[in-house]
């Protein structure tokens, strides 16, 4: 009998540990590339909808209503180009856009982005497990302190079993999820005197789109691939434009929308947090705790499944991997996260999600430049876990010197640019677009010299010096 039970314990404990994710930076198995469409639509809108994205209609509150709609479809049609690609990335190539950056940056540059986004995405990780802290303590009437620990452990056993569970629970939850936030909306609309938020402010549409950038699309951009690998592969699916969309409409729809909701919150209650709003009331605190707890989750899984992988690309890069790196990895950077929420980075949300989008913006459009341009064998999957053997292999300086030109601009515009130029054109985008026409720049006289010296043979890597024959 004893026997008995301890073979069906270790029978129950090995299908529970199959089932975590160990991948890691591998290229995703074809039979594990299954997602489709509607599913990447689901899973971009449930990690959009998170509990601080009403906060974005706060922040845009004085431009008024509709000025912050405009803005957001704006927005929407000034990013969708550059997810969409992401996204596709990933199904003609299976691999995080973090290993595809190998050849891009070089090596030793990619390990050190790498870990900086993995802090990113850790910090963003603190920053929503803080804001879901204080809104349930509200909501329950207890302290902050343990939210912090029981959302952070949530969201890492969630992320320990990977994309497939992860997937799973966003398609599961979906209705739940919109039944809560729409309760939400209706005591908001039955216990307060609405009116549409007026503009208080001259519109700026620069800053506008950089703030929503780095809010919502732009910081999502360069992730999307590492979701999209697990999608069936860009060759077996003819309609590819419900995958190139996909992405950038499931993060825009919940922005616009809970902005509004968070918008008409200020206005009626002066407070964006809409789930607030019903706590003590019988009944609708509950509701509103729900929807907290779901929104928390969603999004805070796709902020430490990308952060895990980052990390893992750093360590693929100094030795060789192994399976238990990956749930490691989720656990460690879990604690740390929830470390961040305790140390009060929600005290600097606004800063953050704005320097974020003006970092991570460079980077992705020159990826984006050399993805159609510069790695033409870019299929070679095993070139992109070469050791390097050169030192241009692990700094590729023409892309981290564009990169870094689209940083200055876009983080330090403000400093040297007319205010008349800024206010109308977001730097985020100004600074991105710099990168990204400097290094086409790049690859264009590269080819025209390779073309005009027959003694020269062009290895067609980005990271791969030329050789002379």
Request: hydrophobic share 50%.
């Amino acid at each position: 009998m004893h026997k008995e039970a301890g073979v069906a314990t270790t029978s129950w404990w090995r299908r529970v540990s199959d089932e975590v994710e160990t991948v890691g930076v591998a290229p995703v198995p074809d039979d594990q590339r299954t997602a489709t469409a509607g599913k990447l639509f689901i899973t971009w809108a449930m990690t959009a909808a998170s509990a601080m994205t009403p906060l974005i209609g706060a922040i845009l509150y004085p431009y008024g209503l509709w000025y912050t709609i405009a803005a957001m479809a704006v927005s929407w049609l000034v990013f969708l180009v550059p997810c969409g690609l992401f996204s596709e990335m990933g199904r003609e190539l299976p691999l995080t856009a973090l290993v595809v950056a190998r050849r891009t940056y070089g090596r030793s540059a990619t390990f050190l982005l790498s870990t900086l986004f993995s802090f990113v995405n850790m910090a963003f990780f603190g920053l929503n497990a803080a804001g879901g802290a204080h809104i349930l303590a509200a909501l329950t009437h207890t302290a902050a302190a343990p939210w912090y620990w029981i959302i952070g452990g949530s969201n890492v056993l969630l992320v320990l079993f990977g994309f497939k569970w992860l997937e799973y629970f966003y398609r599961y939850t979906a209705v739940l999820f919109l039944v809560c936030y729409g309760a939400l909306t209706v005591y908001l609309a039955t216990h307060h005197s609405l009116h549409v938020p007026a503009q208080t402010t001259q519109m700026q549409w620069g800053t506008a789109i950089s703030v929503i950038g780095g809010f919502c699309i732009l910081s999502w951009t360069y992730k999307t691939s590492t979701v999209s690998r697990f999608c069936l592969p860009a060759d077996r699916t003819p309609k590819r434009r419900w995958y190139f969309l996909a992405p950038s409409l499931g993060i825009m729809l919940p922005n616009l929308a809970m902005g509004v909701m968070g918008a008409y919150s200020k206005e009626a209650t002066g407070d964006w947090n809409i789930a607030v709003a019903g706590a003590h009331i019988p009944g609708w605190g509950a509701v509103a705790a729900l929807g907290v707890a779901l929104a928390i989750m969603h999004i805070n899984a796709m902020n430490l499944y990308p952060a895990t992988v980052d990390i893992l690309v750093s360590l693929n890069t100094i030795r060789t991997p192994r399976n238990w790196e990956q749930p490691i990895a989720t656990i460690t950077l879990g604690i740390l996260g929830v470390l961040l929420a305790q140390a009060g980075i929600l005290s600097h949300a606004e800063t953050f999600v704005t320097d974020a989008g003006e970092l991570l913006g460079p980077f992705t459009f020159v990826l984006i430049v050399d993805w159609l341009w510069g790695l033409r064998d870019k299929h070679d999957i095993d070139s992109y876990f070469r050791p390097a053997r050169t030192t241009a292999e692990r700094w590729h300086l023409p892309a981290l010197c564009c990169f870094l030109a689209g940083f200055v601009i876009s983080f330090y515009g403000t400093h040297f640019l007319p205010a008349a130029f800024y206010h109308a054109v977001p730097l985020s985008l100004a600074g991105s677009l710099v990168a990204a026409l400097s290094y086409a720049a790049v690859l264009f006289v590269r080819r025209r010299r390779s073309t005009d010296d027959p003694r020269t043979v062009v290895i067609e890597t980005a990271t791969t010096p030329v050789h002379n024959a």
